[in-house]
């Protein structure tokens, strides 16, 4: 009898090991096929799904973290800071928003300080606002701002999502020359733009609509005649780079303007 414990005892102990070892083993999933975590932790694509597992396919063009969401077959961004989305285009080897962005923060500014230009331009920043000089979502860019000679660190997230960037000078210089002697054209928006500055083309989906600008003592000037985008690169104590598209083609990514003065972002993807 002694002997039969024995046996069943044994038995029933080498079950629980068993069990024991599975559960540690196993990973839970979700009913999309993917680990608890439903998207990538990044907004790049970069991001890689694991490599047994192939998700939907309505999940698998979506990478989110905690504030965006982007998805590559739509070609849309959503900022989940605030809720608004934006279309993205690839140009090239670059995704570019095809939007300005409108991330309400200190120093940024709707034109002639009505709102409803923020809905048809996006918002306008001085240069620390875009670079995020109060480190807000990012310290690459701290401290960068009018009066202050800094040295950010590439690729300055700034004021945008978490694996987006403003662009630096190259960057742009890189789109620019994808439009050869025709940058204004093929950049602008096919509508929106006085008689004197000329509709674009907008060959590759970029958009450019003329959203003016704000000086520094709050006056504004420029819109429906030209179009300013702040880079990530700084020319000196009190000014940086940027572009501007007016009557003519381009005044290219190789000027300064004031850094106190309030103009237009697009984000590039990282």
Not at 255 to 264: C, T
């Amino acid at each position: 009898m002694n002997n039969i414990y024995a046996l069943i005892l044994s038995i029933a102990m080498f079950f629980f090991a068993a069990c024991g070892e599975s559960d540690s083993s196993v990973n839970p999933v979700d009913d999309t096929g993917s680990s608890l975590s439903s998207y990538e932790k990044s907004c790049s694509s970069s991001a890689k799904s694991s490599s047994s597992v192939k998700p939907k396919p309505s999940e698998s063009a979506k990478k989110v973290n905690e504030d965006c969401v982007y998805d590559a077959k739509a070609e849309t961004l959503k900022d989940l800071r605030d809720g608004q989305t934006y279309k993205t285009v690839k140009i090239d080897n670059q995704i570019w928003m095809a939007e300005n962005l409108n991330y309400k923060t200190d120093d940024s500014y709707c034109y002639d300080n009505n709102d409803k230009y923020c809905s048809k331009y996006g918002r306008l920043y001085t240069w620390a606002a875009a670079m995020d000089s109060a480190s807000v979502f990012s310290e690459n860019g701290e401290g960068c701002g009018y009066g202050k000679k800094c040295s950010p660190t590439y690729p300055v997230r700034g004021i945008c999502f978490n694996g987006w960037h403003i662009p630096d000078a190259s960057e742009w210089n890189r789109l620019f020359a994808m439009a050869d002697d025709s940058i204004g054209t093929k950049l602008k928006s096919v509508s929106g733009w006085s008689f004197n500055s000329g509709n674009g083309t907008d060959l590759f989906g970029f958009s450019a609509l003329p959203a003016g600008h704000r000086d520094f003592i709050g006056g504004f000037y420029g819109d429906s005649t030209e179009a300013y985008f702040w880079s990530s690169t700084e020319r000196d104590w009190y000014n940086a780079r940027y572009v501007g598209l007016q009557k003519h083609n381009s005044e290219g990514a190789r000027w300064g303007l004031e850094k106190d003065k309030a103009i237009s972002i697009r984000c590039v993807k990282d």
